[in-house]
């Protein structure tokens, strides 16, 4: 477990305390640790510990449950944790152990996860109402009913069963939804380790080039500084940019090609999420400058929109009215601009929504909408803005503009005054772009 600072500390005691005030009394919570998921036969995944767990525990082990109990004088906040163990440490790596637990993570007690079964039972008796997320892991909802249908077999001695089971969900995540000046901190830290890959995937970048290779650029410098990557990388040349969750990055980059590259490193559990797309060969033809201006355009335009009182959806418009207008003055688009964006005329080619909100999880918890309306941009929150244009060499457009997929993405804060981007680390701009590259010796 990395050392935590006393600030991080402070901030997720606060945490707890700010969650099981919204809970009320008589209530508790269970938080289940990410279960370890099998890659094949008898290998894993590299563990990533659950986004929920994490924020209000800062414990990445798995095989773990926190507990918070509103109002509970004996303990409130409660761990269950796997004992030290010499010999599964010596083959698995190191554990907290039940005795460090209380300390290292401030928890009032700590239990071992295998008494699990028979203390848990007991302090759900007597509360009225009980907090989870109930259908994320099949396996533990079913222990869960377990334990209460153990309480129930016991009513008829005095035992006491919790009336209502509530989702976790909406008090917890829109907590998340409001970072603060630590997590911000983790953010920008997240960004700034992401836009140097980036700008070693664009140094490196050449005809004949493979795809994978610009990925182990991405991911190489992630680890030289001790991140990891927060999503599979997406490294698409030519049509392959058309395809939005391309991952497979196996195919070579031609002179003459787009290479759209979609990653972001993950830093404290924090993601970073950055899109740039670019001639392999370091210079825009004709063709490609016209449609990455207005997708840079639709970019920036959305970016001026990300402003504390504007709804969600603005930056969105904002994109989708500059690239119909764009599309239409290349032809690719006929018609009236006004009528073509009632008309969604524009989906073919910009098929996605313009950002997402952006945190522990890449795709970050927290509402759009609030009573079916749009809810309105407010200070610390986080989002992505990445308008993009997809025309794949089979597209009814104009031939010169086949093959190309564009996409341009920067990750965001709302702020009491104008936008803070956290990716201005790596170029967007077209003479920015092809300077880089040609400093490399690309173009």
Same mark, same amino acid.
């Given at each position: 477990m990395? /050392?935590e600072s006393r600030t991080?500390?402070?901030e ?8 099981m005030r919204a809970?009320g009394k008589d209530s508790?919570a ?6 370890v998921k099998?890659r094949s ?5 590299r563990y990533r510990q659950d986004?929920?767990f994490?924020y209000?525990? =800062?414990?990445?082990e798995? %095989?773990?449950? !926190? #507990?918070l109990?509103?109002g509970?004088? *004996? ?8 004992e ?7 083959w698995? =790596?190191?554990?907290?152990g ?5 300390r ?5 007690d700590?239990?071992p996860?295998?008494?699990?079964d028979d203390?848990?039972p007991?302090l759900l008796e %007597?509360r ?6 109930? =259908?994320r892991?099949? /396996?533990?909802?079913n222990?869960?009913?377990g334990?209460v249908?153990q &309480?129930? !077999?016991k009513?008829?001695?005095?035992a006491?069963?919790?009336s209502?089971f509530v989702s ?11 970072k603060?000046r630590t997590? #911000?901190a983790?953010l920008?830290k *997240?960004a ?7 700008l070693a995937?664009m140094?490196?970048?050449?005809p004949?080039?493979?795809?994978y290779?610009?990925e182990a650029s991405l991911?190489s410098?992630?680890?030289s500084?001790?991140?990891l990557?927060?999503f599979?990388?997406? #490294? ?5 940019g058309?395809i ?6 196996d195919c070579?980059l031609?002179d003459? /090609? ?11 559990n924090?993601a %970073?999420?950055?899109?740039?797309t670019?001639?392999v060969?370091?210079?825009?033809s004709?063709?490609q ?6 997708? &840079? ?5 959305a970016?001026?929109k ?6 969600w959806n603005?930056p969105?418009n904002a994109a989708v009215?500059v690239?119909?207008r764009g599309l239409v003055e290349l032809?690719?688009l006929k ?7 009632r008309?969604?005329?524009?989906k073919p080619?910009?098929m996605?929504?313009t %950002?997402h ?7 970050d ?7 079916e309306k ?7 929150m986080v989002?992505?803005?990445e ?13 010169r503009?086949?093959g190309?997929?564009?996409r341009?993405?920067d990750?965001?804060?709302v ?5 803070e981007?956290l990716t201005?680390?790596?170029p967007k701009?077209i ?9 490399s010796?690309t173009?």
């Amino acid at each position: 477990m990395i /050392q935590e600072s006393r600030t991080i500390r402070r901030e997720r005691a606060r945490r707890r305390r700010s969650l099981m005030r919204a809970l009320g009394k008589d209530s508790i919570a269970i938080i289940p640790a990410a279960p370890v998921k099998l890659r094949s036969r008898d290998t894993d995944y590299r563990y990533r510990q659950d986004s929920d767990f994490h924020y209000l525990t =800062g414990f990445d082990e798995p %095989g773990s449950v !926190a #507990v918070l109990i509103s109002g509970r004088r *004996a303990a409130e906040y409660i761990i269950f944790c796997r004992e030290r163990d010499e010999l599964m440490e010596t083959w698995n =790596g190191r554990r907290l152990g039940v005795d460090n637990a209380p300390r290292v993570l401030e928890a009032d007690d700590a239990f071992p996860i295998d008494d699990i079964d028979d203390i848990l039972p007991g302090l759900l008796e %007597g509360r009225e109402r009980v907090f989870y997320s109930m =259908g994320r892991e099949t /396996q533990f909802d079913n222990r869960i009913i377990g334990w209460v249908n153990q &309480l129930k !077999a016991k009513v008829g001695s005095g035992a006491s069963v919790p009336s209502e089971f509530v989702s976790l969900d909406y008090h917890l995540h829109e907590m998340r939804l409001f970072k603060s000046r630590t997590e #911000v901190a983790l953010l920008r830290k *997240a960004a700034k380790i992401s836009a140097a890959g980036h700008l070693a995937a664009m140094q490196r970048c050449k005809p004949g080039c493979m795809e994978y290779e610009l990925e182990a650029s991405l991911i190489s410098v992630y680890r030289s500084h001790g991140a990891l990557h927060s999503f599979l990388p997406i #490294v698409g040349g030519g049509e392959n940019g058309c395809i939005l969750h391309y991952t497979e990055n196996d195919c070579e980059l031609h002179d003459g /090609q787009m290479v759209l590259i979609d990653s972001g490193a993950e830093w404290g559990n924090y993601a %970073g999420d950055i899109t740039r797309t670019f001639p392999v060969n370091g210079r825009f033809s004709e063709a490609q400058r016209e449609l990455y201006e207005i997708v &840079l355009e639709a970019n920036l335009a959305a970016i001026a929109k990300v402003v504390s009182g504007n709804h969600w959806n603005d930056p969105h418009n904002a994109a989708v009215k500059v690239i119909t207008r764009g599309l239409v003055e290349l032809g690719v688009l006929k018609g009236d601009v006004k009528k073509l964006i009632r008309d969604e005329a524009y989906k073919p080619w910009f098929m996605h929504r313009t %950002g997402h909100w952006l945190g522990l999880d890449v795709h970050d918890v927290g509402d759009y909408k609030i009573d079916e309306k749009w809810r309105l941009l407010e200070p610390g929150m986080v989002l992505t803005i990445e308008p993009g244009i997809y025309l794949p060499d089979k597209a009814p457009v104009p031939k010169r503009y086949r093959g190309i997929g564009i996409r341009v993405e920067d990750d965001v804060i709302v702020t009491d005054g104008e936008p803070e981007i956290l990716t201005s680390g790596v170029p967007k701009h077209i003479d920015e772009i092809e300077a880089v590259m040609a400093a490399s010796g690309t173009g």
